[in-house]
């Protein structure tokens, strides 16, 4: 079986300060959670963060990674530097960083391996975006982001995919909960022939876009849904809350 995980990804929201208070809010709501739980937070919030989620059940996680060990890289962060402060997840190829910093299947495969390399578990986002659903595309564009930016991967159940349709993040516009189970039933398939059916069997696949207090229970249900990757809603303890408490 499948251990669901559902981690916030704060985006660029939270001071160092904001987040202490929020993750200080969310530790007693959450410490009684079935799931593996995760805050994925800005750089600067992490030394400060990851001393406020000491001794809880709350896992931390980092929005990105450089793919180089050290280096002329201006603006970047290494995984060793994140290892440090006790960093466990890192998200990597998020939809907004494909649409406005660049970012590629090619460099989302580098920054994969290297997280992996430095013990690190990758929250890899793949999605289409509605051009792309709406003409009839979105296989073909799983695949490839798959065949790509997985490339090299000997083991796929060594990292977490989201399937976060573009369309659906930050609209408040949900996929149906079958629309989403039949694209990660999809995902998960493509994963058997590309790597192998046994760790295709075990990977867990997070569903994000849109996922909130309301949705997130027949969501959950959905037998291919691992997991949520939460924007909006990881913002408040509460809603978090009741996302990590899905099943309640
Ligand atoms: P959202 O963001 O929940 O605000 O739609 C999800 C994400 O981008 O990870």
Redesign the pocket.
Known sequence: MRKPIIAG?W?MNNTAAQGVALVNELKPLVADAECDVVVCVPFTDIPAVSEALKGSNIALGAQNVHFAEKGAYTGEISAAMLKEYGVKYV?IG???RRQYFGETNETVNKRMHAALAAGLIPIV?VGESLEERETGKTEQVLSVQIEEGLKGLEDVSAIVI?Y?PVW?????K?ATAEQANETIGFIRKKCAEVFCPKCAEKVRIQY?????AKNCKELMAMPEIDG???????LKAQDFSQIVHYNK
């Open positions: 990804n985006k998200i998020h939809s907004e986002c989201a976060e659906a993040i930050g609209t408040g949900t994000g876009g849109s996922m909130n949520g990757l939460i924007g909006g809603a990881s």
